[in-house]
Structure formats: structure tokens, C-alpha cells
């Protein structure tokens, strides 16, 4: 099992940065498709950025060209790095990882969630 425990949000204002922590503890991580969604109140949880078991990222097309997905195996830390927030980056960031390691084709459209963290609050005013 895979515990996660996200950080780093904040509130700051448009054309701003934030970087994203995740922490993982519990089972290693090496190998293990790892993800950061999103989620506003009243819509849906979205994926953000994919970071497959063989560290191939993909990205979803709202943020593409602002965000930059990353593990550091020795430290079990799954990061997200958000450049030139937009109001509409607003939301819960949620790191999840999934069960099975070294599965191929794990991408924004077919990542499978077996774990989540409790997620960070990111605000970006105008």
C-alpha cells in the first residue's frame, strides 16, 4: 500500500508559480504510475499531468506548456511544477498512484487510481 501526502499550494495571483509536493510513503514507488488531478467544487476530478512507471509524462491540454510533472525516486517525492497560473488552475491538487508498477500505457486517458492523497489547495487570483 501507498500512503500520499500532497503540499505546497497557496494563493497567488496570475503569472505566478507553485510547485507541488507529493510525498509517498508505504511501498516503493520505483515503477509505479503516479498522477496529480485537480478538482473544483461541483466539477469533476480531472487529471492534470500523467508520470508513467518508466518516466514518460503527459500532460492534459488546459495546462500543456505550464506544468512540469517529476518523481525523485530517493525521496519517494512526486512534484508538480505550475508556471504562468491562470484563475482557472484554481482547485484541489490531489496526487494519486496506481497498484500495479512497470504497467505500460498509463497516460492522462487511462490511468487507473488506486491511491490518493488528501489534496492541496491552490487559489489564483486575477
Known amino acids: 500500500e501507498v500512503q500520499l501526502m500532497e503540499s505546497g499550494g497557496g494563493s497567488v495571483q496570475a503569472g505566478g508559480s507553485l510547485r507541488l509536493s507529493c510525498a509517498a510513503s508505504?511501498?516503493?514507488?520505483?515503477?509505479?504510475?503516479m498522477a496529480w488531478f485537480r478538482q473544483v467544487p461541483g466539477k469533476d476530478r480531472e487529471v492534470v499531468a500523467v508520470l508513467d512507471g518508466f518516466a514518460t509524462s503527459t500532460y492534459a491540454n488546459p495546462v500543456k506548456g505550464r506544468v512540469s510533472i517529476g518523481l525523485d525516486i530517493p525521496t519517494a517525492t512526486l512534484i508538480l511544477q505550475i508556471d504562468s497560473l491562470m484563475p482557472e488552475d484554481t482547485g484541489k491538487y490531489y496526487c494519486a498512484a496506481e497498484l500495479r508498477r512497470f504497467r505500460r500505457g498509463c497516460t492522462t486517458g487511462t490511468m487507473n487510481t488506486e491511491y490518493w492523497g488528501q489534496g492541496t489547495q491552490v487559489t489564483v487570483s486575477s
Open positions: 508505504g511501498d516503493t514507488v520505483n515503477g509505479r504510475c
